[in-house]
């Protein structure tokens, strides 16, 4: 079968993540050996998404070319168009979301709707939404990326490509857990409701 295939689905900014696969202060070679060590042996990545400093901007360029440089193992999708976003986010068997940080996060909640697990840095909305498959494997919806760093990123993305070829049925599991999450604004509201009565509670203790 294919190699699994992971994507980024974002605004390409700092806050996002996209540092840790662009680089100006390293040259071409390095930037090139990150990649290498994050696809590994195993895995293809698109990145769809418009830069923050612009659709032609050093973000792009340095994209486009890694994009020729793995060439079938690496897509640079250059802009947003949701339709096409919608088809490849259920395409994907992985959403790599390595923020460092996120005030809320929306995008793994798209990515479990579609069957896409999630591979996120457990900040703000996105440890509130994910649980964890090392964590607790019972109910885990998706990984953790530990640090804000290529090395934690690296270690995640393999140990998920692991578990992808050597636990199917596991990562089927989580697939349908994510799917079945309920993410609506009457649980949510119920949840704040109870978190806060409690807070009021313990206040008034």
């Known amino acids: ?89 259920g395409a994907a068997d992985m959403l790599v979301a390595p923020s460092l940080f996120e005030p809320c996060g929306l995008i793994q909640v798209y990515a479990m709707a579609f069957g896409t697990v999630p591979v996120v840095r457990p900040v703000g909305g996105m440890k509130d939404t994910v649980r964890c498959h090392f964590d607790d494997p019972e109910r885990a919806t998706g990984f953790y990326i530990d640090r804000y760093s290529r090395e934690s990123l690296n270690r995640t993305m393999a140990q998920a490509v692991s578990v992808y070829w050597r636990h199917p049925g596991t990562w089927r599991e989580m697939m349908v857990r994510g799917m079945n999450e309920n993410f609506s604004w009457t649980r949510m509201k119920n949840q704040y409701i109870e978190f806060f009565g409690g807070a009021s509670a313990d206040a008034g203790s």
């Open 1 to 89: 079968s294919s190699p699994p295939l992971a994507m980024m689905l974002c605004r390409l900014t700092y806050q996002k993540g996209i540092g840790l696969f662009v680089d100006f202060g390293e040259d071409e070679r390095q930037v090139e050996e990150n990649m290498e060590r994050f696809l590994g042996r195993s895995l293809r990545f698109l990145v769809m998404g418009t830069p923050a400093d612009g659709r032609s901007g050093p973000v792009a360029r340095q994209l486009r070319r890694l994009e020729r440089r793995f060439a079938g193992r690496f897509v640079f999708v250059n802009g947003y168009d949701e339709e096409r976003a919608h088809q490849l986010l």
